[in-house]
């Protein structure tokens, strides 16, 4: 099959994530590096969000840091963390065989459907934060939930003409999986000896201290009002693409202050609010700015 | 005659949907067939997560031909006619037959239809059912969704077989073209698999590891669960709702029993239950003496190299992680008392109207204590408590069961009851109902136990939800029927006060559940309290909340004190009037109190209307007495308005009960004939608005005397005849007799003594003229049809009784 001999998946992180790669590559999508800002949720990264608007087709995987600071444990616990990665393929449109795809990727990286209960269980996705909803499954591997797997239907409050599928891989979960170790840390991180811990360990002590503990609030409000007001100052220049990254900053920030246990239960969902128009304005002036060269290029589509 | 195989195959269909889809299928394909003129017998409908079957047993091979006949003009219409006739139905004037209709000469159109294929009529019926198909959610995907216009689907549509004997119905949905093709479990079997005909599709799809038969799969499970659990020496907790859910999840089912580390067992085993039943989809077992075994059976959808070992290790961790989540919430959550977790409320909003679930705890807490101080929730005592709450781990009766009525016992339960109120709410803000909300109440009650709170504190709390539906079980412990029934009517009078009333279908609050709650918690307790009493008490605890909420609490005391004071059960205009007086300020909040109660007293009445009706009770008897009063005030007292209700029921069923509605229909419709109003009603034909306004006239007075002697006739001026005489004395013993009952409360007493005029009053008609020529005997006589009338009255409004 697509599988390179030269990984070791079932001993190696690193190996799962190029083995995945190889995959995805050599099924004809482009592997993107993370997008360079902290965000919660590989679906925040433009070659998502943004790309799932319009006609073009779109074939994509990349992996994406993403940071939770609720979720942080300081090390203690093993399977939560404050900072993991997702493996995200964003395939536009989604082809007919997108099902047998992903299950094939799980065989390279040593994942055997007749050793192992593979299930799809109906898990609808839905993001107001985004105006983005989807239908789909959770993929269960043996019980547990390995993958996130959606028909994305609307983002930005627009339909997706054409749906783009998104599948989203846990990847310490499916590694822990995959190596059969209890301890996330435990994880061996390059088949050689370096182990998750060995390189995260410290970070989420430390980070989770940060987050919980010695973010400064001031700062944090403040930052939270520069970033919306930048937002709007480049949605009036017409540069939504910068305006999307304030949004995804803002909601960062808004995360942060939650962890920090300062914003009530009642300015919560204002705070929320505030975030939705930011990135909701920020895509509808994304479809705005190309609606125009996509219908002419794509006379079967409209906005 | 053929048989009709139709598969529509997709990606997974959510378990939950597929017994919906299985009845949209057949219900599509009949109405189809209908509408085609194929009879349809037979139909066998079929679903696994990846398809939906279905087979029709023995359609024709073709509809039959049919002519049918249109009526036109008549002969000798005009000629536009005739041709518009011609022309809508597509037949030329000269084929045009002529026919007899009543008796006219009329042109008659005779319109051949010949027969069709079926399998063409197939042909066409397939991606109409296919587009009309209704999911509760569907999507578009793929390439062709650049257009809006799409095909939607639960999930991809990703092939259609349709065979009709053995030749494939050729068509076309959206790209998705028709064959003979479909594929067998997507790991146990690859390649395609082609299907004959309707009799070899499920043989074929079992040799591809599919078993396509829905209850099939649930047998498997079923028995299957049953049977590793007894291998494991522990008994299956069954659940049908799980073996429906697992076997909608599986084309291949095979139950796995795997166990879980011991020391988890000592978090409450509903956690347990829920967590592997909910996040998982797992069954649980229970050893010998009853008790949760730490054992879970999981459904896989293969038929594993190992036999599942591996299946089950994975599934183990799962689970063991989940477990430490909820022994990590438990242990946390106990490190505060009960009271501390409350603080939590106030940070709740309950309604953005209606302040934080603190103000609402606020209100039920004093609601629950007042409805014991004022004697409406009694403390239990061995003999009018039928089902005394069991309480676990002793014997030992607590002294409040036995000192029942004591101003001691009345003041415990009200402590009790209002303590209870004020934690019930408490494990909302719990980690373990923050993560399982379905253990509202249950944790609530755990957590009061651990930390030593009386048993009937935490039953209170455990069970202060219920009745939660139809059939639930009804709480019948007194502190936990104080608490419970305080919140329901804290949360309806909260509603209507701010106008969030259930309309049409819409009811977002449930507030005809709490209602029917309300209404359940009173008639199965024998609560004695004029309905009123509640609702007034409920809406003035919102009024004082609302009022302190907005600053002014003023008049917030006054208000409900005032109907208090007059010693006399209230009404809402004696009540809307008295405060007025007193404060003639206006006062927003106090109008809205008044609207919110006025609204709920209807919104009850039409509620207990509905849930006695559905019990069967005759809406008109229901009416019959309800128009009933008490006093100045209408029956409300729902446990007397229930017997009165039951009694007149069995009456009414009776002969006797029959007999006599006729005969008070009888009196009551001469009386209305006669428009007879007594001899008093006499006085108001003058034509005055108020007959007593001239009762000192002295111009009047020669007329209101002559009046005056005419009552006074009581002292019969005549004998009367026997069957009348026999009335009067039967009237003068029923009517006292009917009296007291009612006042004993004993109705089916009433109705026997109401039975005791029945042949009187047969008699009286039938022997007594009474539209005599005689004034005096007439007026005598309509007089004691109009007591007997009023006789009936004082037991039920007969005027409201059909029949």
Known sequence: MDRNPERNPAHSFQDMILALHDFWSAHGCLILQPYDMRMGAGTFHTATTLRALGPEPWNAAFVQPCRRPTDGRYGENPNRLQHYYQYQVILKPSPPDIQDLYLKSLEVIGIDPLKHDIRFVEDDWESPTLGAWGLGWEVWCDGMEVTQFTYFQQMGGFDCKPVAGELTYGLERLAMYIQGVDNVYDLNFNGHGVSYGDVFLENEKQMSKWNFEVAETDALFDLFGKAEAECRNALAADVPIAAYEQAIEASHIFNLLQARGVISVQERASYMGRVRDLARGSCEAYMEKEAPAWAEKYPEWSK | ?803
């Open chain 2, 1 to 803: 005659m053929s048989d009709f195989l139709l598969e529509l195959r997709s990606e997974e269909i959510p378990a939950r949907m597929q017994a919906g889809a299985r009845a949209e299928l057949e219900k599509l394909f009949r109405r189809e067939m209908d509408a085609t003129g194929v009879s349809v017998d037979e139909i066998t409908v079929w679903s696994t997560p990846r398809r939906l079957a279905l087979i029709a047993r023995g359609l024709p091979e073709a509809t039959e031909a049919v002519s049918e006949e249109v009526k036109g003009p008549p002969e000798g219409a005009p000629d536009q006619a005739v041709e518009g006739f011609c022309r809508k139905n597509g037949v030329a004037r000269d084929r045009l037959e002529v026919r007899d209709v009543k008796g006219r000469p009329t042109y008659v159109a005779v319109i051949e239809k010949p027969g069709k294929a079926t399998k063409d009529l197939l042909a066409e019926a397939i991606p109409a059912i296919v587009r009309d198909f209704s999911w509760p959610k569907s999507m578009r995907w793929g390439a062709a969704s650049i257009s809006t216009e799409s095909l939607r689907w639960v999930r991809p549509l990703s092939g259609i077989v349709a065979l009709l004997g053995d030749e494939v119905v050729e068509c076309e949905v959206h790209g998705v073209t028709s064959g003979s093709v479909t594929l067998g479990h997507r790991f146990h079997h690859s390649g395609d698999i082609t299907i004959g005909n309707a009799d070899d599709y499920a043989m074929k799809l079992r040799a591809g590891h599919v078993i396509v038969d829905h209850e099939e799969r649930q047998d498997l499970i079923r028995s299957g669960a049953a049977r590793v659990a007894s291998e494991a020496g522990l008994v299956l907790v069954e659940d049908e709702g799980l073996v429906i859910e697992n076997a909608g999840l599986t084309e291949w089912p095979v139950p796995l029993l795997g166990r879980f580390e011991e020391d988890f067992l000592e978090v409450p085993p509903e956690t347990i239950q829920l967590t592997a039943r909910v996040n998982q989809k797992y069954f649980v077992c229970e050893d010998d003496a009853g008790n949760l075994a730490n054992a879970f059976i999981c459904t896989a959808n293969i038929e594993a190299e190992d036999g599942g070992a591996r299946v089950v290790d994975g599934n183990r961790k799962v689970l063991a992680a989940r477990l430490s989540d909820a022994r990590f919430f438990w242990d946390v959550d106990r490190k505060k008392t009960l009271a501390e977790h409350a603080q939590g409320l106030k940070r709740i909003t309950f309604h953005e109207k209606l302040g934080t679930v603190a103000n609402k705890v606020e209100r039920v807490a004093k609601l629950a204590r007042w409805l014991v101080k004022e004697g409406i929730v009694k403390p239990a005592s061995s003999t009018t408590s039928a089902h005394p709450e069991p309480v676990e781990g002793s014997g030992a009766v607590p002294a409040t069961r036995t000192s029942t009525g004591s101003a001691r016992a009345v003041g415990e339960l009200a402590d009790m009851a209002e303590q209870a109120a004020r934690l019930a709410k408490a494990d909302l803000v719990t980690e373990m109902v923050g993560e399982f909300p379905e253990l509202q109440g249950l944790m609530g009650g755990y957590y009061a136990r651990a930390e030593g709170l009386p048993d009937e504190v935490a039953y209170a709390i455990r069970d202060h939800y219920k009745p939660v539906g139809q059939g639930d079980e009804v709480p019948t412990a007194p502190v936990t029927v104080a608490v419970s029934l305080a919140d329901k009517l804290d949360t309806l009078a909260s509603f209507f006060c701010i106008d969030e009333r259930p309309t049409g279908s819409k009811d977002p609050f449930a507030l005809r559940r709490a209602a029917l709650a309300v209404i359940h918690l009173v008639l199965r307790n024998q609560l004695r309290v004029p309905f009123f009493r509640l609702i007034l008490a409920s809406t003035h605890r919102w009024y004082v909340s609302e009022a302190e909420r907005q600053g002014h609490q003023l008049y917030a005391d006054v208000y409900f004190g005032l109907q208090q004071a007059e010693g006399h059960e209230p009404n809402l205009s004696d009540v809307e009037k008295l405060v007025r007086q007193r404060f003639p300020n206006s006062d927003e909040i106090r109008e809205q109190a008044f609207e919110g109660t006025r609204k709920l007293d209807e919104f009850f009445f039409e509620r207990f209307k509905v849930q006695q009706r559905e019990h069967d009770v005759r809406h008109d008897i229901i009416d019959a007495v309800s128009a009933m009063k008490v006093g100045d005030r209408k029956e409300d007292d729902l446990v007397r308005l229930l017997a009165r209700v039951n009694a007149l029921q069995s009456f009414m069923d009776s002969e006797d009960g029959a007999n006599l509605l006729a005969g008070y229909k009888r009196a009551a419709n001469l009386l209305k004939k006669e428009d007879w109003h007594g001899v008093e009603g006499e006085i108001a034909r003058t034509g005055e608005e108020d007959p007593l306004s001239q009762v000192d006239d002295p111009d009047m007075k020669a007329v209101i005397e002559a009046k005056m002697a005419l009552r006074h006739a009581k002292e019969l001026s005549y004998m009367p005849e026997p069957a009348e005489k026999a009335l009067m004395d039967a009237l003068a013993i029923s009517e006292p007799a009917a009296a007291q009952a009612i006042e004993a409360e004993d109705f089916a007493q009433a109705m026997a003594a109401l039975a005791s005029l029945r042949a009187p009053i047969d008699r009286f008609f039938d022997e007594v003229t009474v539209n005599a020529e005689e004034g005096n005997k007439r007026a005598h006589r309509l007089d004691l049809l109009a007591a007997f009338r009023a006789a009936v009255h004082n037991v039920a409004d007969f005027s409201r009784i059909e029949g």
